[in-house]
């Protein structure tokens, strides 16, 4: 059972703004947005809508050029540089579409990296093999990269965005090079963590069959959230594809036909 009680981000007002040329692009303006514990977001949008700015920000890849981010408590504003890189490694995991693993290390250091990058000693091989094992690929730990399936890849990528218990994982169309198979299992694994160990996940999405996944989407639109709402209001992926195609204005592509 998910407890959504405590909010592990908080967005107030944050607006980032890009110069282009003479012009000043607001990526996001003025957005507020809330994630609480064990709650598994999506969040959508058209293209250019804002969504990768949103996680960068959030995950404190970039800063806001106004309002806050703050992450399981720490207003990320009132950390240096450097602080930023420590709480990053500790607090928030990221996934990304194209896993980006190291392609010389193994299963086993890809999912360590990023204790060996932040010069901690981890020694308990069962903690690492029980989590390869909720993953899927306690078998695979020995294997590099090129001799593992794009969706073994991403449950790798998956084990390392949680080898330093973060506060929160961000993904970023984790699904996106993917089939729709795959994509469809990596979802069902990410809706697991959330459930049997209460993880808290924000996932950017294009689509309604990945997003059916979570509990609540929140639709970008102009830099700024259009709409939000729970996906347990829609019986299955068609009808959350029909209602997003109508939130979004019919503007995008009719997603609902691509839907398997
Ligand atoms: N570094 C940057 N410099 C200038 N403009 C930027 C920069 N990053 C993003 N933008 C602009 O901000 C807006 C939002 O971009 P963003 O990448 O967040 O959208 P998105 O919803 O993630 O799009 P996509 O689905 O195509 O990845 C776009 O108009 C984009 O051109």
Not at 10 to 36: C, F, S
Not at 131 to 150: K, N, V
Request: with cysteine; charged share 20%; aromatic share 6%.
């Amino acid at each position: 059972m998910t407890d959504i009680t405590h909010p592990i981000a908080e967005v107030k007002k944050a607006t980032k703004a890009y110069q282009q040329g003479d012009r000043t692009v607001n990526a996001l303006l003025d957005v507020d947005l809330t994630i609480h514990a064990g709650e598994f977001v999506a969040v959508m949008g058209a293209s250019g809508s804002g969504k990768s700015t949103l996680m960068h920000l959030m995950s404190g890849l970039t800063r806001p050029t106004s309002g806050s981010i703050t992450i399981d408590g720490q207003d990320l504003a009132t950390l240096s540089d450097r602080g930023l890189t420590h709480f990053r490694r500790r607090c928030i995991g990221l996934v990304f579409q194209a896993f980006n693993l190291v392609p010389s290390l193994n299963a086993y250091d890809n999912i360590m990296f990023p204790l060996y990058a932040a010069g901690i000693k981890f020694q308990d091989d069962e903690a690492i093999y029980d989590l390869a094992q909720q993953l899927g690929i306690e078998d695979r730990l020995t294997h590099r990269p090129d001799s593992l399936s794009g969706g073994e890849q991403q449950r790798v990528a998956i084990a390392r965005s949680l080898i330093s218990n973060p506060a929160i994982v961000f993904a970023d169309e984790p699904t996106g090079s993917l089939d729709s198979v795959t994509g469809q299992a990596i979802c069902e694994l990410l809706r697991r963590l959330c459930e049997s160990q209460q993880r808290t996940i924000v996932m950017v999405t294009h689509e309604p069959s990945v997003a059916a996944w979570a509990d609540r989407v929140v639709v970008l639109k102009d830099g700024q959230v259009l709409q939000q709402f729970a996906t347990s209001a829609h019986a299955d992926p068609q009808s959350l594809a029909a209602y997003y195609q109508q939130v979004v204005g019919g503007f995008e592509q009719p997603l609902a036909a691509s839907l398997p």
